[in-house]
């Protein structure tokens, strides 16, 4: 089969388009017949060795991890799925080597689900990471109906699903982002604050009394900033700050999760998600969408189409 693989730690043009052995299916797995692929900066951030210290690689890698497709095969004792299955999932597993910008994966059933219907395969493939990092981060908070949530970097791909998915539970969100996303945060139902200087000022104009929590998407030391907005300081979430743990905040390390996967599919066949699709890309384009990712210029998601 076909995939794009690098073979050493380092830039785009790493990346080749080869041939490569089918992957074998082992006992709980589904073989995928990949439709699409979705591009997250961790797989560039990975393929760059900024995560050697925690992940195990081993060449040669063939990167990603979003995937929606049709389930060709399945292992010994899986009974989850049966060949023509349309999925979707966070295809992560023990170490980096066998990823989903290919022809084919072997998906363990536990990071699978089944595909949105109201999705395209190249929305569904955009929807998994992202989308159960905002979920995730959102349960990790505590947050119930009725209850009010920040979410800083509300624009981007993880805070756009956050935004979504707060307001299907019944948060209150307030989001912030640069003056150019403001009417697109408010068409998703937030409450649109700039960033920068002053955001603090600005969150509390809003919500006086304080809020009940916080989503940091951004990483950019607003730890503090954010637990001086909540009413109680352990109600910060971040994904991006390595030393937000040390301040007394939560960590989040995005798992794979089929019941969540399964929720935010329900979201999407409800209307209630939407997915946006900025560049759809053929797969031996793969570096190209590395390029757009790393540039950070690009509101909605980026996918492989294979």
Known sequence: ??????????????LALVEVPRPKVGPGEVLVRVRAAGVN???????????DPILEVRYPVIPGWDVAGVVEAVGEDTFDYAVGDEVYGYVRKEWVELGTYAELVSAPVRTLARKPRELTFEQAAGLPLA???????????????????V?????????????????????????TAGAHNHD???????????????????????????VDAALDFHGDGVIGLLQSLVKQRERVVSIAD?????QGAHQLWVRPDTADLTFLADLADTGRLTVNIAHALPLAEAAKAWELSAAGRTRGKIVLTV
């Open 1 to 14: 089969m076909k995939a794009i693989t690098y073979n050493a730690y380092g830039t785009p043009a790493n």
């Open 41 to 51: 900066p961790v797989d560039w951030k990975v393929a760059a060795g900024y995560l």
């Open 131 to 149: 989308g159960l990092t905002a979920y995730q981060s959102l349960t990790r908070a505590g947050l119930k109906a009725g209850e009010s949530v």
């Open 151 to 175: 979410i800083h970097s509300a624009a981007g791909g993880t805070g756009s699903f956050g935004v979504q998915i707060a307001v299907a539970l019944g948060l209150r969100v307030i989001g």
């Open 184 to 210: 697109y945060l408010r068409s998703l139902g937030a409450e649109p604050v700039l960033y920068g200087e002053g955001m603090a000022d600005r969150i509390r104009a809003l919500a006086p009394e304080g």
């Open 242 to 246: 390595h030393e937000a743990a040390a």
